[in-house]
Structures are given as C-alpha cells and as structure tokens.
C-alpha cells in the first residue's frame, strides 16, 4: 500500500517523533499540545486565521478566493484533507468569544493525539496494535511503515537547526517543524542538548513560524509564560504535570 502523500503540519510532526532507531513513538506529555500548535500555525501561515492583539481569529478573507467560513481544504489542493485542521479551524470559528493561542493550543489537547494518530493510520503511514494490559487498561503501541521520508526530514533539519541555513532561507515548513519540535519536546528532532546549544537559531525560527509556535514556547505575551529555558510548556504546568507519559 502507497500511503497517502502527507502535507500538514501536525502529521507530519506526529511521524517526527518517532524514535526510528528504537522503533517506537516517543513518550511525550506535550505531544497533544505540539500537534495543536503546529495545526494553529499552519492555519496562520495559509492565512485562515489572523492574529487580533494575541488572540486567534478566522480571516475575513480566506485565501485563494474561497467563502468566508468554508473552512481549510488540503495544502497544495491535493491529499488527505488533516482533520485536526479542521477541527482547530471549526473550535476557532465557533468560539463565542476570542482565544489566545495559548488557549487553544491547550484545548483538547489529549484528543489532538489519538486523531491524529488513527488519521495517519488510515493513510497508511503507521500501523496499530492496540490490546490492554492486564485485561483492563487500553494500550496501544505504533510501528511507522514507510520511513524513508521520516529520516530524510530529519536529515534535513539539521542544517537548519544548526543555522548552516539561514532561518529565512530555509525551507518554510521545515524551519517551522524544528520550531515546533523544540518547543514541543519532540527530542527525536531536536534534543534537549540541541535546544540549548542552539537557542539563538531557534529563537529566530520561533518568530518565523507565528504566534501559535511563540506560544508553546512561551513566548506569547496573551498565554502562560514557560519558555525553553524552564522546559516545554507542558512539563511546567497543567493538569498533567508531573503525571506519567500517555500511551500513544
């Protein structure tokens, strides 16, 4: 089976997280959050949201010419639509009142995980075993099929986290990965090591990718004040601070 060709943010930083050498996903408390983010950001960068003094909101005008509201159709106007795109979007629209990033990174944020996840299933990119431990408890346990483009991404963000690439020559999407992996302890991609020897880079390539990625770093002046230094949003704080991993 050709899996279906992957052109969203949050799937692909899902398949980034998986640890290619130990043949697992990566246990992250912040996952739920990174995805969240890196779905905000791609809704920003393609211009269905708007930034309104901190706070989220849908574009007056969408691009490419569609109606108001409509809602985000795949990147590039082909593949697999990513529905927790479009829910992100949908919550946005709907919200009664306006959000700041922080907020809506953080809302549903464990959902963001198993969506996403389930989503890349049925394209083909990973398979699940789910089972229970002990007869009771659901678990589940992914194994990434084609891997190929996994490490050539990884590959390729080394250069770019270094800043053997400028930050604004790099590849967009690239360049707004590695700031999401950093910010959302996706160590796979850029280690906790790497986040301190690079800091300055990764400043500059967190300014560049929005304020959806600015705020899971804790760089948001409208949402909680964390940042790098102290550690990803979601190990400072939150009702799941200071809990075990989830299963993934």
């Known amino acids: 089976m050709t899996p279906d060709p992957l052109t969203s943010l949050p799937a692909r930083l899902y398949l980034l997280a998986y640890n ?36 989220a909101r849908v574009a007056a005008a969408p691009p490419g010419g569609r109606v108001a509201g409509s809602g985000p159709t795949p990147r590039g106007g082909s593949g697999r639509a990513d529905p927790l795109v479009a829910a992100v979007y949908r919550q946005v629209k709907d919200a009664p009142v306006a959000r700041s990033w922080a907020d ?5 944020h464990r959902a963001a995980v198993a969506e996403t996840r389930d989503d890349l299933e049925a394209a083909g990119w990973i398979r699940v075993a789910r089972g229970r431990a002990l007869g009771v408890f ?9 891997r190929a483009e996994v490490r050539a991404v990884n590959r390729a963000a080394g250069p770019v986290l270094r800043g053997e690439v400028a930050p604004g020559d790099a590849d967009p999407d690239l360049a707004r990965l590695v700031a999401l992996a950093a910010a959302g302890d ?24 929005g304020h959806a990625a600015r705020a899971l ?8 004040a964390t940042g790098p230094a102290t550690g990803p949003a ?15």
Not at 25 to 52: K, S
Not at 218 to 224: C, I, N, Y
Not at 234 to 248: C, E, F, L, Y
């Open 20 to 55: 290619l050498e130990k043949d697992q996903l990566y246990p992250n408390r912040c996952l739920g959050r990174a995805l969240r983010a890196a779905a905000l950001v791609e809704l920003e960068t393609d211009g269905w949201l708007v930034d309104d003094e901190g706070r």
């Open 217 to 224: 770093a804790g760089h948001d002046p409208a949402g909680p």
């Open 234 to 248: 979601a190990r400072s704080g939150g009702p799941d601070a200071g809990g075990p991993a989830p299963k993934v």
């Open 186 to 209: 996706v160590i796979t991609l850029v280690s906790a090591g790497q986040r301190r020897a690079f800091a300055g880079q990764i400043g500059a390539l967190t300014v560049l990718a």
């Open 138 to 146: 659901p678990t589940s346990a992914v194994v990434l099929l084609p």
């Open 104 to 108: 809506w990174i953080g809302h549903e």
